[in-house]
């Protein structure tokens, strides 16, 4: 195996890995406190997992295993960190280049939403899901409690010579942080349900073998709506989505009902009983 770099070619005993050299995300922490290390390495946990969470939604075909984040470099100075994005595969790189440029776009975007708009205002829209507050409270921990703390983002390309940047000061991430927790408090919790061997039509598949949000179908026996669809486990999915043609066939499931305000909101597949033409 060999370790590929800009131009040089190592052997490896392991695996090839692929490094993104053309781009990084830069993370800098001002502060006049000392930052205490749980923070600052919480704050980097809740910047992977919103990334691999980014990866698995995002409509690039990857999944968290395709490709994950590594701290390239630690400067000082205040705190400067630099992470890069490495594959396991050759594949992803030409196609893929601009994930972690995309990412920081993300972090602007849900940082811009929660800064700029009211608590009601986000719970009506429900665009942020309960682990994506969650990320953004930990990402921004770190200067909650100094008053002269700033935390940026920069996303950078090298190869388009693009670069995608946030600042937000310990105001404005206290703001942040509350607003988040203030949602997900807000947020009632999914009551659960099982019916046992009902029909279920798919509506919308992914072409991912991993479960994802982007699968939907209707039961019409529990209800007429359209509803999202989660699996068991990865096998569940694959045997019932990709051993035949999801649009041709109705199936006979158990499934477990989670409901919101008495409604239907996921039906989470539990059990394959049967394959019925819909033609026949």
């Known amino acids: 195996m060999y370790k590929i770099h800009t131009n040089t070619l190592e052997k490896l005993p392991m695996e090839t890995i692929v490094k993104f050299d053309e781009s990084k995300l830069q993370i800098h922490i001002e502060y006049s406190n000392k930052i205490e290390l749980a923070h600052y390495i919480n704050s980097l946990d809740s910047v992977n997992s919103e990334y691999s969470n980014y990866i698995r939604t995002a409509e690039n075909h990857l999944q968290p295993d395709d490709i994950k984040l590594f701290v390239n470099e630690i400067r000082s100075e205040s705190i400067i960190t630099d992470l890069i994005a490495y594959s396991p595969t050759l594949l992803a790189f030409a196609e893929h280049a601009n994930t972690l440029l995309d990412f920081t776009k993300h972090i602007a975007n849900t940082i811009n939403l929660l800064k700029n708009n009211s608590t009601h205002e986000i719970i009506e829209e429900d665009k942020l899901s309960t682990s994506t507050l969650s990320n953004i409270q930990g990402l921004v921990e770190p200067i909650l409690n100094d008053k002269n703390g700033k935390i940026s983002f920069e996303g950078i390309n090298f190869g388009n010579n693009c670069t995608v940047n946030v600042t937000i000061n310990s105001s404005d991430a206290k703001d942040i942080y509350n607003k988040a927790q203030s949602i997900k408090e807000f947020r009632p919790t999914p009551k659960t349900n099982i019916k046992e061997q009902v029909l279920l039509v798919f509506t919308q598949t992914d072409s991912s073998t991993k479960n994802t949000n ?19 486990n990865d096998e569940l999915k694959k045997e019932m989505l990709f051993n035949q043609h999801p649009y041709g066939v109705a199936f006979i499931v158990d499934v477990e009902i989670q409901t919101i305000n008495e409604k239907p909101f996921i039906y989470k597949i539990l059990k394959l009983h049967e394959c019925i033409n819909i033609d026949e």
Do not use: P
């Not at 699968?215 to 709506?225: A, C, F, P, R, T």
């Open 214 to 232: 982007n699968d939907k179908g209707v039961i019409e026996s529990i209800s007429k709506n359209t509803v999202k669809i989660r699996f068991a």
